[in-house]
């Protein structure tokens, strides 16, 4: 069957759309011998598609979730060689995987990872805004006026925080915990916003990515991800259409110039 280049590049887990399309515009991607050029289209059965001479391979499509233990790394490699654990390094698979929400060192819980390009890259980037779901145990009872504060958003780095739903569970005498849905996701937020705000946080666990929810996976283990699973998480990408190059992003709308009736 006939489909874009880039399309059949991402799913060999080269990258996004995006990206694939780049490499092509560079002039480094042919089909069956001949230079490539972006809107070319290829059979993957058929066509031999390279990039720099070298066969792209089709690869089994992976979706894997995996339950991150607290102080190993949410990237596939340490950057700083200190010889710290990844999360890479918990799934003993062959071939490139995308690490998608990704945890600091002591957070722990749900992280998702495949080595399908485009759809790791529209659970990643900003603009498709996936929700994710929090267990926070922090210390001392939140106020009232805290939590509207923390609902609302608060001046992080001279930029407000989105809102978020924040949600008692258990009072304890020190310790409270806490479940914290919000769509953004910027390094370290809720650990942050919840010392500016006095109640520095004991614990971090992630529950759920967009349709995804942490079932059946102790930590450090992971598993595949069912059929259901993977359709609800390729769902919750369609319903979020990403807006072309030079028009309004997210929900925003061209003003109507249809004159009004006086």
Do not use: F
């Not at 042919?30 to 066509?47: E, I, W």
């Not at 070298?54 to 499509?61: I, N």
């Not at 339950?67 to 340490?78: A, I, R």
């Not at 779901?133 to 001279?158: A, C, F, H, I, N």
């Amino acid at each position: 069957m006939s489909e874009k280049l880039q399309k059949i590049l991402a799913r060999a887990g080269h990258g996004s759309r995006r990206s694939c399309e780049t490499i092509i515009e560079q002039g480094r991607v042919t089909v069956n011998g001949r230079k490539a050029k972006l809107g070319d289209r290829a059979d993957a059965d058929s066509d031999v598609v390279a990039i720099d001479g070298e066969a792209v391979r089709a690869q089994r499509l992976r979706y894997i979730m995996l339950n991150k233990p607290k102080g190993v790394l949410s990237s596939t490699e340490d950057e700083l060689n200190e010889g710290r654990q990844t999360v890479r390094e918990l799934i003993d698979l062959p071939g490139h995987l995308y690490p998608i929400g990704r945890l600091d060192m002591q957070s722990e819980g749900l992280m998702l990872l495949t080595n399908d390009g485009d759809l790791a890259h529209k659970l990643t980037h900003p603009r498709y805004g996936h929700k994710k779901t929090y267990r926070v145990w922090v210390e001392r009872q939140p106020s009232v006026d805290t939590l509207r504060k923390w609902r609302d958003g608060v001046m992080l780095e001279e930029k407000k925080t989105a809102p978020a739903d924040v949600e008692i569970v258990t009072r304890g005498n020190y310790v409270v915990e806490l479940k914290i849905s919000m769509r953004e996701g910027r390094k370290r937020q809720i650990r942050r916003v919840a010392s500016l705000l006095g109640h520095p946080v004991r614990r971090l666990v992630r529950e759920k990515i967009g349709p995804i929810r942490l079932i059946g996976v102790e930590s450090g283990q992971w598993r595949y991800l069912n059929e259901r699973e993977v359709r609800q998480l390729k769902q919750s990408v369609a319903r979020r259409v990403e807006p072309k190059k030079g028009t309004p992003s997210g929900n925003q709308r061209r003003p109507s110039r249809r004159r009004r009736g006086r």
